[in-house]
């Protein structure tokens, strides 16, 4: 800020010079000075100058060099009742505005958001982004937000933003009917039409968003470990052979059941040789009779999965199966696959051939 005095006494030179990066409105002080009449006002680019004058909002200035005179004050000189120009100061506050990108201000929701989704139902949602801020009215906008405050930053309406933001995105994400797992590759959409429905109120303001961003979308931490086992198990294929999988895995880990078992097994392995040999670690005379080997266990049940528009389901079992060929859903033509076969097949070529052999053919057409 730059003040030039004429005869010690008025105020020459109006002008601001911002260092802080974040402060939107600066109140040029006038207490004990008048503005001269002839000053020169200097506006920058990026900026606005707002006169007030006894409380009421008057002329607004973009960037330019002026001499306030009565040719560029229009509306002060309406308000003074200057008939003709004349060399007399005159008290106004003079509000500079700036009008650059304040960039980079984040919002996110404090609390879940609960949304109706088609495939899980009811789930919580937490979402976090960043936007830029512009002042579009600089009248508008001492009106409605500054008043008489002398020198406003931005995070003295971030707040207000923040909570518009975050009940528009509520509303938004509720009308949209996006599935959870498609909002992440929705997001560039869903802030178009979020942007969209906080603009009206946004311009009421005097202000503009240029750019509004979703950065993430989550559910909660125990909705997200389900997803992770459901997508574990589809990758995995076959449900047996995941099984499997997992159980050699977890017996290799350090410290893991399967060590304990490993320890267990060695165990009585040698509690067996103890009781082989004598009391004097010699072997007895005569062996014991071996025990009786236990039965093995009964066959592992074939499960089967289904082929269903380029979907997989299952793994169904002989009972599961059954009734899906009493219902309908599953008939002689149903592509089938089960572990050790060789690719898909009908289910009338496969094992299950047996489930049909009860169900009647198609009733011949009605006589003519």
Same mark, same amino acid.
């Given at each position: ?120 139902? @009811? ?14 009215? @600089? ?85 997200? *470990? ?14 047996? *052979? ?37 009391? +004097? ?22 499960? +089967? ?7 997989? *389901? ?55």
């Amino acid at each position: 800020m730059v003040f030039g005095f004429l005869k010690g006494e008025f105020v020459d030179v109006i002008d601001w010079t911002d260092e802080t990066r974040d402060t939107m409105v600066w109140r040029f002080e006038r207490y004990k000075n008048a503005i001269k009449y002839g000053a020169k006002l200097t506006v920058r680019e990026g900026q606005a100058a707002v006169f007030v004058h006894e409380g009421q909002l008057a002329d607004v200035f973009s960037p330019g060099m002026y001499m306030l005179e009565t040719n560029n004050l229009p509306i002060m000189t309406t308000l003074q009742h200057w008939d003709h120009g004349f060399n007399s100061p005159f008290k106004s506050e003079v509000y500079f505005v700036s009008t650059t990108r304040f960039n980079d201000l984040k919002w996110g929701t404090k609390n879940p958001i609960m949304c109706r989704d088609p495939e899980f139902g @009811p789930v919580r949602l937490r979402a976090f982004g960043s936007y830029s801020m512009r002042v579009s009215d @600089p009248g508008l906008f001492l009106k409605e937000i500054v008043g008489t405050d002398g020198e406003f930053t931005a995070d003295e309406v971030s707040d207000q933003i923040r909570n518009i933001i975050v009940q528009e995105f509520s509303q938004s994400i509720a009308k949209s009917g996006i599935p959870v797992l498609d909002m992440a590759a929705n997001t560039g959409d869903l802030s178009k039409l979020i942007l969209g429905s906080i603009a009206p109120t946004i311009a009421g303001y005097g202000l503009t968003l240029p750019e509004f961003y979703i950065e993430n979308i989550s559910l909660p931490e125990e909705v997200e *470990k389900a997803l992770d086992k459901r997508t574990s198990v589809g990758l995995a294929g076959d449900l047996n *052979k995941y099984m499997q999988f997992s159980a050699a895995e977890a017996m290799g880990k350090p410290g893991s059941a399967g060590d304990s078992m490993t320890a267990g097994m060695g165990a009585a392995m040698g509690m067996a040789m103890a009781q082989n040999m004598g009391p +004097w670690g010699a072997a007895p005379a005569a062996a014991a009779p071996a025990a009786a080997a236990p039965p093995p266990p009964p066959p592992a049940a074939t499960v +089967w999965h289904v082929a269903d528009n380029g979907a997989t *389901k299952g793994p169904f079992g002989d009972g599961d199966l059954a009734a899906m060929v009493s219902n309908g859903s599953l008939t002689r033509a149903t592509m089938v696959w089960t572990a050790g076969q060789d690719g898909w097949k009908a289910a009338g070529e496969t094992a299950l051939a047996r489930l049909f052999a009860q169900v009647p053919p198609p009733p011949p057409p009605p006589a003519p």
